[in-house]
């Protein structure tokens, strides 16, 4: 049946049900992440849900990576990542290999689409990474770097095990969006860290400053809670919060030096629980030597080379448990809007300050 969507583009309803994890979307076959071209071609098929966009919000790594590389030309930033959608049907950086979420309006809704909680112009955030969402772009526009935010045209597809968030009314749609995006590390923060221990926070961007919140709030008053990050601005930030037992200038590439720091921090016993939020890569070895032996360190960036991280710990005799940072885990976003509501002084690292 035919049907015009919000966008105005007429297109055709398939009644067959192709793959819920999308890979139907994946030219040469496989799950849509690790392909290296998707086909974001209209119509969208009965399981799927297509997105008016209005905005992406890149992933930190990704986005120091395109503007240091563009020299922070806004024209040669758009027109890097205009290149990477038209060729890969995605926004998948290929030199990260991260993406980021995106926000618009709710423009059609296949007849076999699992959720029933939205309709035609609902404001939703994705909740899974542009490395895996098909996407074709129009236009794009301004670019925020500091928010890693870039205003752009045109449509998403989101496949029936695809996550998303309506936006609160409460909230601001780009800090909505920020958010979301980095919502999985205090979600796994809470889940993992102990009253008791000591936390390592590696790195106090955004994802870092609210695993620092999330931190206080598993822990209480107990323990004790350690941020590292080699910008002062950023600490002065972390400051602000008042969560943070330990705030401390550090170069997070340089594992021996944050051992030190980690050491003199909490007495040679080091930290139970790390957690490496840093958006450029060599950071591994701080994160293992700051972490003591049979504890735990969650990575959660896109910088990240776990064949570095898995070698490293090998090479210095450190048991260990890594774990990988799964962008999704069970009431997280609801967490993390918790979390930036109980703490105004997040305010400064969401408004791209």
Not at 78 to 97: A, C, F, L, Q
């Amino acid at each position: 049946s035919a049907r015009r969507h919000a966008s105005g583009v007429r297109s055709i309803q398939v009644m067959t049900i192709p793959c819920p994890f999308g890979s139907h979307r994946a030219i040469g076959g496989g799950l849509p992440q690790p392909a290296e071209r998707l086909d974001p071609s209209l119509p969208i098929r009965a399981n799927e849900l297509l997105i008016a966009v209005e905005a992406l919000n890149l992933d930190s790594s990704s986005m120091r990576q395109i503007a240091e590389s563009c020299g922070h030309d806004q024209a040669r930033m758009r027109d890097y990542i205009g290149e990477i959608v038209r060729s890969r049907g995605k926004m998948h950086n290929p030199v990260t290999g991260s993406g980021g979420v995106l926000i618009g309006r709710v423009a059609e809704i296949g007849p076999d689409f699992p959720r029933s909680d939205i309709k035609v112009g609902d404001v939703i955030c994705t909740l899974v990474s542009l490395s895996l969402t098909p996407l074709a772009l129009t236009g794009i526009g301004a670019i925020d770097v500091a928010a890693a935010r870039v205003e752009a045209s045109g449509h998403a597809i989101l496949f029936a095990s695809g996550l998303f968030a309506k936006l609160p009314a409460d909230l601001p749609q780009q800090t909505a969006m920020a958010l979301c995006d980095v919502a999985g590390a205090p979600g796994h923060v809470l889940k993992m860290a102990q009253p008791g221990q000591v936390v390592c926070v590696l790195g106090t961007g955004r994802a870092g400053l609210l695993s620092l919140c999330a931190a206080r709030r598993a822990l209480g008053r107990s323990g004790t809670i350690i941020g590292l990050d080699a910008s002062a601005d950023s600490l002065e930030r972390a400051r602000a919060l008042g969560v943070a037992d330990h705030l401390e200038m550090a170069h997070l590439r340089d594992p021996v030096a944050t051992h030190r720091i980690v050491a003199a921090a909490t007495d040679g016993r080091l930290a139970d629980l790390t957690i490496a939020t840093t958006n450029v890569p060599g950071c591994e070895g701080a994160a293992i030597l700051g972490t003591r032996p049979k504890g735990r360190i969650l990575f959660f960036s896109m910088a990240t080379s776990f064949t570095a991280a898995a070698l490293t710990a090998e090479g210095v005799g450190r048991d260990v448990e890594m774990i990988i940072g799964n962008g999704y885990t069970e009431g997280w976003v609801e967490t993390t809007f918790a979390l930036y509501r109980a703490h105004p002084a997040l305010a400064a690292a969401f408004h791209g300050q």
